[in-house]
């Protein structure tokens, strides 16, 4: 198992912005993804990126997160701008080895624990 740690997760209120960051132990793969499990609904791609800078969105996030690795640090980032009570959910950081980021969560073998976003109307 290749460890994923998130970190950032918080409360804020509507309008503010939060940095998740996941530290891998090792390269983990071509292609990293955040998750988000929102209460009631199944856990769904919020972004993800390949090492060739391929960066796909879910439409509900597009021109307010950033996703951005650094893989030198082994490192994903989720910068998230702007938001909103609907992005309230679990973060997930998730990863696999080849380059082909899939949307659907059964793609991904590593993932991390989690960590919790609230935003506050």
């Known amino acids: 198992q290749v460890p994923l740690m998130e970190s950032g997760g918080g409360s804020v209120q509507a309008g503010g912005s939060l940095r998740l960051q996941c530290a891998a132990g090792?390269?983990?793969?071509?292609?990293m993804a955040w998750f988000r499990h929102a209460l009631g609904k199944g856990r769904e791609r919020v972004a993800s990126i390949d090492t060739l800078g391929w960066t796909p969105y879910a439409d509900d996030v597009k021109g307010r997160f950033t996703i951005s690795r650094d893989n030198d640090k082994n490192t994903l980032y989720l910068q998230m701008d702007n938001l909103k009570p609907e992005d309230t959910g679990i973060y997930y950081c998730?990863?696999?080895?080849?380059?082909?980021?899939?949307?659907?969560?059964?793609?991904?073998?590593?993932w991390g624990q989690g960590t919790q976003v609230t935003v506050s109307s």
């Open positions: 998730a990863a696999r080895k080849v380059r082909d980021c899939s949307p659907f969560e059964s793609f991904y073998p590593y």
């Open positions: 090792e390269f983990i793969g071509h292609c």
